[in-house]
């Protein structure tokens, strides 16, 4: 049981000091990465040079670290390439093109040589993974640094990275350097890259990037030598710009702090604007210089503008001083303080496509929880909060979430849905992993809203975001939070919503009149659990609004949570298969009874929710 179980039983002081209590706490480890990287935009190859300092801040000695060599997926025979020819559902964008690779369209990435404090550190590549042995053991609260030689191959664009895309941008370099794997209280997280998404290190990166002078670069961080650039940038007083047609090299100088990695893209047609957010970040925009994408892409800054107003206001304020819309990837790719997004797009799409990118600022840039044990923490809460945005600047009167319960329920009636708590890249197809990380997870916020209401929802996202950005949460976060928000116990949620794969259906069984009062029941014919929410409709069009707390919630649905007022009922101990009460009032006054009838949850029978009663019926009983 949890230690909020007692909540109730506590004074209010003592229930005060509860409420202000953090989540979160778990010790993060810390990196710096000063890179020096030139890219040969004729042999599409890189090399590079790094001092990475590692903070140890667990309680462990390590004694080797891991790395991710993600352009190694991208050669005949890896992982990703494997799967994709393997999986019944292969995304589309990816198929059999890895096998089909020249020597010269793969990707590569190799470190080649590593050392610590001068002494070699032992390298053993693993595919899309590198293993380190350190020369000295890293103690717990000690720093080491391991300086680092690299080099790779950029791949033809087939998933996220690469160049040469479909929409003809040259590069997007994402996932491309030797990035130092999480380690946390369950260990390394050295994931081989196969096809979903990424978990990193906190930390500040320095980065140098030389290349052919008659490109535009988009970057992570912020821009240190604007004066020297150009390119679209505000420059200095000397306002110098490098003659885009002399063939000669430019250094790109960009810092970044307190992000978990670093992306960048690079064109020579790349057009450049800025908009700013008041009292928020400068927004960048980068596009190729075609006349066809010219009137979505100058309107569109002003949607991203309201999007980043509503977003600071609702969940949490954005921190770092930009961000940037960059053409460039397969679809659309967050990556800290920047997104690449294909660019022809009417203007709705490309607002839609950019406001979910960068609401993942907040779910994959600051909180940034494990996106492969935890998909829809990620996607899911970025769905929720994108909804929210999208009806904001667009005004439209439809249920921003009944696209995430119809998706959850397809797949269900499929037969394919599986728990949600399996690892991103063991779902065994696309459909399963999609429906998990992007329906469920929105449809687990919204849901939650019936559970503890929209108000108390809407401050608990707030406090969890306080309370969490930087730390990379996990279920465990999210769920004590809403429980200080709401005083209720929410582990059943949890726990059944996110670890099985039951299913949810309330119905209404009897309806009858017995002597001066009205005797209702319903039953719980599934097999998982929830509150229940009841509209009992009179004839005279008014509304009586009840809530039926579930026993395992310890108490029920906070006053003044919903828009709409309701009266708290006794609770429905969890084990009775059926829930009956009473009221005062005659069957002949009443038109409509329905359960949940804001459609909030994810009830597989709608049909069995909603009875009518016709002037001068004598009750209701279903077969």
Not at 343 to 372: D, F, I, P, T
Not at 559 to 574: D, V
Request: include cysteine.
């Amino acid at each position: 049981m949890h230690f909020i179980s007692r909540v109730a039983l506590l004074p209010f002081a003592v229930l005060g000091s509860l409420l202000a209590d953090a989540q979160c706490d778990r010790w993060q480890q810390r990196v710096k990465y000063d890179m020096r990287v030139e890219l040969d935009v004729h042999s599409h190859r890189f090399t590079g040079s790094s001092q990475l300092t590692y903070t140890n801040n667990s309680p462990d000695t390590l004694h080797e670290v891991f790395f991710h060599l993600y352009f190694n997926a991208f050669r005949p025979g890896s992982e990703m390439d494997v799967r994709s020819r393997t999986i019944t559902d292969p995304d589309s964008r990816v198929g059999d093109r890895i096998v089909h690779l020249t020597k010269s369209e793969m990707g590569g990435s190799a470190v080649d040589h590593m050392t610590q404090k001068g002494k070699a550190v032992v390298l053993t590549p693993l595919g899309t993974v590198l293993r380190a042995v350190l020369a000295d053991p890293l103690l717990p609260g000690r720093t080491t640094t391991l300086a680092y030689g690299f080099y790779g191959q950029v791949p033809v664009q087939i998933r996220r990275s690469g160049r040469d895309n479909a929409e003809g941008v040259a590069y997007t370099m994402t996932q491309w350097y030797p990035k130092l794997a999480e380690y946390d209280a369950r260990g390394w997280h050295a994931d081989p890259y196969v096809a979903r998404e990424f978990f990193g290190v906190w930390g500040d990166f320095d980065v140098t990037l030389t290349l052919d002078s008659s490109f535009t670069v988009a970057a992570t961080g912020v821009l240190q030598n604007p004066e020297q650039i150009g390119h679209g940038y505000p420059v200095g007083r000397k306002g110098l710009k490098p003659d885009k047609d002399a063939g000669d090299k430019l250094t790109w100088h960009f810092h970044a702090k307190n992000v978990h990695d670093f992306a960048w893209a690079a064109d020579k047609d790349f057009v450049h604007t800025m908009e700013q957010v008041p009292d928020g970040p400068m927004l960048h925009f980068f596009r190729k210089n075609d006349p066809a994408l010219k009137e979505a892409w100058e309107q569109f800054p002003a949607y991203m503008v309201k999007s980043f107003l509503f977003m600071n206001e609702h969940f949490g304020t954005y921190p770092w001083p930009q961000f940037s819309f960059v053409q460039g990837g397969d679809g659309g790719m967050e990556y800290p303080m920047l997104t690449m997004i294909t660019g022809k797009r009417r203007l709705g799409s490309l607002v839609g496509v950019s406001v979910h990118e960068s609401v993942h600022s907040w779910y994959y840039g600051l909180l940034a929880s494990n996106e492969g044990r935890y998909a829809w923490m990620d996607e899911g809460f970025t769905e929720y909060a994108g909804a929210q945005v999208m009806k904001h600047l667009f005004n439209n009167d439809a249920d921003p979430y009944a696209g995430a319960i119809s998706g959850y329920k397809a797949l269900v009636e499929s037969g394919k849905y599986e728990p949600p708590s399996i690892h991103a890249d063991h779902f065994r197809t696309n459909a399963a992993y999609s429906t998990a990380a992007y329906s469920f997870g929105e449809l687990f916020v919204f849901q939650l809203g019936a559970v503890i209401g929209e108000k108390t929802l809407a401050k608990g996202m707030l406090r969890y975001f306080d309370a969490c950005k930087f730390k990379h949460p996990e279920p465990i976060d999210f769920e004590r939070v809403m429980e200080k928000q709401s005083g209720v116990e929410l582990d059943w949620y949890f726990d059944e919503w996110i670890n099985t794969t039951r299913k949810l259906d309330y119905a209404i069984t009897e309806v009858l009149q017995v002597g001066e009062k009205l005797r209702i029941t319903l039953a719980n014919k599934g097999d998982q659990l929830m509150p229940v929410d009841l509209r009992i409709t009179q004839r005279d069009g008014r509304t009586i609004q009840y809530h039926i707390p579930l026993s395992l919630m310890r108490g029920g649905k906070p006053a003044g949570s919903e828009a709409n007022a309701f009266s708290t009922l006794a609770t429905w101990q969890w084990t009775d298969p059926t829930y009956t009460f009473t009221m005062d009032g005659s069957l002949k006054d009443i038109a409509e009874i329905t359960i949940d009838p804001l459609q909030r949850t994810a009830d597989l029978d709608r049909e069995n929710d909603r009875v009518e009663l016709p002037e001068g019926a004598g009750g209701f009983v279903r077969p």
